[in-house]
């Protein structure tokens, strides 16, 4: 898959188009460290954007939850998403109001999202989805069984159509304000894991399990550095 099938005329940049990226690796690399997502679907006329966890496993985002959840399955029922993923990597200070900035990684996905039914493609894509979250996680537990299977609507969404806006760098301020007394410069922010807290119903001698043991957020190492604003 290129970079031009990726871009479309409806996911082309039009303002800063010097921030787009359209390759998959930029795009995958936000995906993969994105904590959460934005799914768009619109119902009667009414638009709805819901905060959910995707995964993406090769060229697709699975997003999952309730076989009874309105969202799952307004989406499922092939009508037209839009899934959003963003991280927000500081806070640009510049030297006048008008110019503070943010500077963040964002993905925008639009297609259809299709249901997957096949009871053997749903345990594997739910087991994908666990990993793809947690790295190593689906090993470590019991496996959803017929019921909770059933219980569970998964979803794929090919990643067709997408692009990718990234901010990076210092606030770009006008020339003429640089001689100002205000503090300019960035706050950089990160999301980074904490010591694991035990379940208060844990039994004894149960050891922290090498997923959550080895979990890091997945960085991705900036691949494209961009000049802002
Ligand atoms: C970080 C995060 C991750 C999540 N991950 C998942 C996931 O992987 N799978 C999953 O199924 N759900 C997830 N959820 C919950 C998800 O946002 C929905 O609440 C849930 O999917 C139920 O959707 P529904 O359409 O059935 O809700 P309904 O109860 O049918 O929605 C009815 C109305 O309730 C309101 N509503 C629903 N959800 C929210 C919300 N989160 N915040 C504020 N108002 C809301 C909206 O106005 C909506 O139109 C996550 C939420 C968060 C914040």
Known sequence: ?????????????????????????????????????????????????????CARVGDALYLHGSAASRTLRAAGEGIPVCVTATIVDGLVLARSAFFHSV??????????????????????????FIDAVVPGRSQEVRAADRRELRATSILRLAI???????????????EDDLALDAWSGVIPLELRPLDPVPDPT????????????????????????????
């Open 160 to 174: 067709d159509e997408a692009s990718a806006k990234i901010r990076n760098g210092p606030p770009s301020d006008r």
């Open 103 to 128: 500077n963040y990684r964002s993905v925008v996905v639009l297609g259809r999202a299709e249901p997957v039914d096949d009871p053997e493609e749903k345990t594997l894509a739910l087991e994908r």
């Open 202 to 229: 844990l039994r004894d001698g149960i050891a922290v399990p090498p997923s959550v043991a080895g979990y890091r957020v997945r960085h991705a190492a900036h691949p494209l550095h961009l000049a802002g604003p």
């Open 1 to 53: 898959m290129t970079r031009e099938r990726l871009r479309t005329d409806r996911t082309r940049l039009r303002r800063y188009p010097k921030r787009a990226a359209y390759a998959r690796e930029d795009l995958y690399a936000i995906l993969d460290e994105a904590p959460v997502c934005h799914l768009g679907f619109a119902v009667e006329g009414q638009p709805y954007v819901i905060p959910t966890l």
